[in-house]
C-alpha cells in the first residue's frame, strides 16, 4: 500500500542521515585515537553539556515533534525521502552530541541506558528548561564514567 511504502521511504531518508552522521563521527574517533580516552570523553561530555544550551538544539527537539500524513501523489516518494531526511537532521541536532558521548564511551550499558533516558525524557517534556539541570547532570556523570574508563 502507498501508505507502508510512505513509512519506508521516510526510514530511509532518517537513515541517510544518521548513516551520513555515523561516518563522519567514525571518521573523527579514528582521527582521534592517539589523544588519551579521558580526554577524548572530556571533550565529548563538554560538547554534550553546551550543545543542549544552544537555540538550534532547541529548535530541532521542536522540530521533532512534527506530525506527517503522506502524499499520495506522483510525486510522494522523493517527498516522503526529504520528509525523512528533515526527520534525521533534527534528530541529529537533537541528540548527536549525547550519541558522540555514546561512542565515546564504547556503548556501555550505563551509557547507553542514562543517554536513552534523556533523549526519552526531551521528547516527552520539550521544552522544560527546570528540567535541562536534570538532564546536564546525567550528562556531566555520565561523561565522568567515560572518562574513567580504561
Given at each position: ?20 552522521a555515523g561516518v563522519v563521527v567514525s571518521a573523527l574517533l579514528v582521527a582521534t585515537a592517539p589523544a ?96 535541562d539541570a536534570v538532564a546536564v547532570a546525567v550528562l556531566v556523570a555520565t561523561g565522568l564514567f567515560a572518562?574513567?574508563?580504561?
Open positions: 500500500t502507498r501508505r507502508a511504502r510512505a513509512t519506508l521511504e521516510v526510514a530511509a531518508g532518517w537513515a541517510v542521515a544518521w548513516l551520513a588519551p580516552a579521558a580526554l577524548t570523553a572530556g571533550v565529548a561530555s563538554a560538547g554534550a553539556v553546551a550543545w543542549r544550551f544552544t537555540r538550534t538544539q532547541r529548535v530541532a527537539l521542536a522540530r521533532c515533534h512534527r506530525g506527517y500524513a503522506p502524499p499520495l501523489g506522483a510525486g510522494a516518494g522523493p517527498a516522503c525521502v526529504r520528509f525523512g531526511a528533515s526527520l534525521g537532521r533534527d534528530s541529529l541536532l537533537t541528540c548527536g552530541p549525547s550519541m558522540v558521548l555514546m561512542a565515546v564511551a564504547g556503548h556501555h550499558l550505563l551509557v547507553v541506558v542514562a543517554l536513552g533516558w534523556v533523549a526519552w525524557r526531551d521528547m516527552r517534556r520539550p521544552g522544560d528548561s527546570p528540567g572518562v574513567a574508563q580504561p
